[in-house]
């Protein structure tokens, strides 16, 4: 079974979303560079000087255990370079960059969490001969949860902006990182 889903991880980051089947370890966190911007910068892109593109590749394969469904999955992020981009005719300095480079981390780490909540809460539910619906579900679930997340970051942090607010999410993500659960 395979369904694609499109969902924006707001100004700075969009994410694609696909189902399909099989099972897979957390993956690792990807320090983000300049390499992975190779995309064209939008002219029109509202005073925002990169964007970041990801996709969860989420599969996975249902087996009856009589009286309820376990569901085996892998859940992949991929970090979509091609379509990532990183205006440079706008960026005046190495600290500048340094601190677009830690916004757009932020929007990578997001969509990161979401990809290692859903293998944790996909392991851990006994799905119903529903298992399609209630898969689509939890999905959905946790995608509005990062999603909301991701507004909020560059909301709070006018698009890294407010340098104040930046520190705050800064903080926020390295705990969140510290705390993640690794199984």
């Known amino acids: 079974m395979k369904i694609k889903l499109l969902k924006w991880m707001g100004v700075s980051a969009l994410c694609l979303m696909?189902?399909?089947a099989r099972a897979q370890q957390y993956q690792q966190y990807h320090q983000l560079t300049v390499n992975?911007?190779?995309g064209t910068p939008r002219a029109?892109?509202?005073g925002v000087v990169a964007y970041t593109n990801c996709t969860i590749d989420f599969k996975y394969q249902a087996?009856?255990?009589n009286s309820y469904y376990l569901i085996n999955a892998t859940v992949n992020l991929l970090l979509n370079s091609n379509k990532s981009w990183l205006d440079r005719s706008r960026v005046t300095s190495q600290a500048q960059l340094a601190e677009i480079l830690k916004h757009e981390q932020g929007h990578y780490l997001i969509a990161y969490l979401e990809q290692q909540e859903l293998l944790r809460q996909i392991t851990k539910t006994r799905f119903s001969y529903n298992y399609k619906y209630e898969a689509m579900e939890l999905f959905n679930r946790i995608d509005a949860k990062y999603k909301q997340l991701n507004s909020?970051?560059?909301e709070d942090t006018q698009h890294m902006t407010n340098?104040?607010?930046?520190?705050s999410w800064d903080l926020y993500f390295k705990k969140r990182l510290e705390f993640e659960p690794t199984e």
Do not use: I, V
Request: charged letters at 25%.
């Open 152 to 154: 909020d970051y560059d």
């Open 63 to 65: 087996t009856n255990r």
């Open 18 to 20: 696909m189902y399909g």
């Open 44 to 46: 029109n892109a509202g």
């Open 36 to 38: 992975d911007f190779w």
């Open 163 to 167: 340098r104040q607010q930046q520190h």
